[in-house]
């Protein structure tokens, strides 16, 4: 069994316009979990995501904060306890319109590794800074 004290993992930071905080705790290179690709993203207060897709399945769980999400166009309020399932190359952003941090806890299967999806968000921000 692997454990991870979700406090404890280091983090990176994706500048502005996207600025978050993301953090993989398990993944292919990521304590070595070849099945899936699970993290946490921290969308501080009048932040999003880029509008993007993904070439496979991402399940986002709204921990805590409210927010929208749009997908493919569509719209809807996001808040605690809600959970989305995008499909492979379905277009979605997450955004939060809330006071507080919007919290994320996604999965991707099958996994990839957790410098992929660093370096995409990385790179939007770059191309939008």
């Known amino acids: 069994m692997e454990v991870v004290k979700c406090w404890e993992e280091p983090g990176v930071t994706i500048p502005a316009p996207y600025e978050r905080h993301i953090k993989v705790f398990f993944s292919p290179d990521k304590r070595d979990v070849p099945e899936m690709t699970f993290t946490h993203a921290l969308l ?3 932040s999003m ?3 993007h897709t993904h070439d496979k399945p991402e399940l986002i769980q ?3 904060g409210h927010g929208k999400a749009i997908c493919d166009g569509v719209e ?3 808040g605690p306890d809600m959970a989305l399932y995008v499909r492979a190359g379905e277009k979605h952003q997450m955004i939060n319109t809330g006071e ?3 919290k994320l806890a996604t999965v991707f299967v099958p996994g990839f590794n957790s410098q992929e999806n660093i370096d995409r968000c990385l790179n939007a921000a770059k191309v939008q800074g």
């Open 44 to 46: 501080y207060p009048n």
């Open 49 to 51: 995501t880029d509008y």
């Open 62 to 64: 709204i921990v805590s």
């Open 76 to 78: 809807i309020e996001v």
């Open 100 to 102: 507080e941090t919007l």
